[in-house]
T-cell receptor
Framework: AQKITQTQPGMFVQEKEAVTLDCTYD???????LFWYKQPSSGEMIFLIY??????QNATEGRYSLNFQKARKSANLVISASQLGDSAMYFC????????????FGTGTRLTVIP | NAGVTQTPKFRILKIGQSMTLQCAQD?????MYWYRQDPGMGLKLIYY???????DKGEVPNGYNVSRSTTEDFPLRLELAAPSQTSVYFC??????????FGQGTRLTVV
């Protein structure tokens, strides 16, 4: 069975500082993908970044980077130079290659950026 | 290119009523999903489809039905609405191994 764990219900960060949102996962499937989505107060789900289990380098997308530690089964999201618009819920998700390739979501972390 | 379109955006149902949540995508994606998000929680999979004519249950299918007669459309049917079905519903689609694209969500309240 697949499981995603986000242990930080809420996080605060000062504007312009960096912040790390934690995510650990569990799967016996050797091939999987890890995703981060942002959900602002307006409610939509916005894709941020993707990391494949066989990718050698950590994924980066602008101010977002994914700190992928395969042996520890962690896929933390790092947001650099936080902005007020980064205040939102952040969800970590995983998809495995077997079966219907469904996305399994964590419970989310609410990030608040303080001016 | 509209992406994934869900209708309606908001709905209030009385206990025992039925309704259909509409979802359409214009990206020719094979995979489509319905999720529900309860307050303060992550998304849970209700039903999914890997192509036209093929659907299967997710984690929380009870009280719902789906159909997939075309690649574009994936409606979710609620029969005999119950207060426990008060939630925000998201439809998503995916092509290949890319990320899933989500609709704007439908906020449903059952009273």
């Amino acid at each position: 069975a697949q499981k995603i764990t986000q242990t930080q219900p809420g996080m605060f960060v000062q504007e312009k500082e960096a912040v790390t949102l934690d995510c650990t996962y569990d799967t016996s499937d050797p091939s999987y993908g890890l995703f981060w989505y942002k959900q602002p107060s307006s409610g939509e789900m916005i894709f941020l970044i993707y990391q494949g289990s066989y990718d050698q380098q950590n994924a980066t997308e602008g101010r977002y980077s994914l700190n992928f530690q395969k042996a520890r089964k962690s896929a933390n999201l790092v947001i650099s130079a936080s902005q007020l618009g980064d205040s939102a819920m952040y969800f970590c998700a995983m998809r495995v290659q077997t079966g219907a390739n469904n996305l399994f979501f964590g419970t989310g972390t609410r990030l608040t950026v303080i001016p | 290119n509209a992406g994934v379109t869900q209708t309606p955006k908001f709905r209030i149902l009385k206990i025992g009523q039925s309704m259909t949540l509409q979802c359409a995508q214009d990206m020719n994606h094979n995979y489509m999903y319905w999720y529900r998000q309860d307050p303060g929680m992550g998304l849970k999979l209700i039903y999914y489809s890997v192509g036209a004519g093929i659907t299967d249950k997710g984690e929380v299918p009870n009280g719902y039905n789906v159909s997939r007669s075309t690649t574009e459309d994936f409606p979710l049917r609620l029969e005999l609405a119950a207060p426990s079905q008060t939630s925000v519903y998201f439809c998503a689609s995916r092509g290949g191994m890319a990320e899933a694209f989500f609709g704007q969500g439908t906020r449903l309240t059952v009273v």
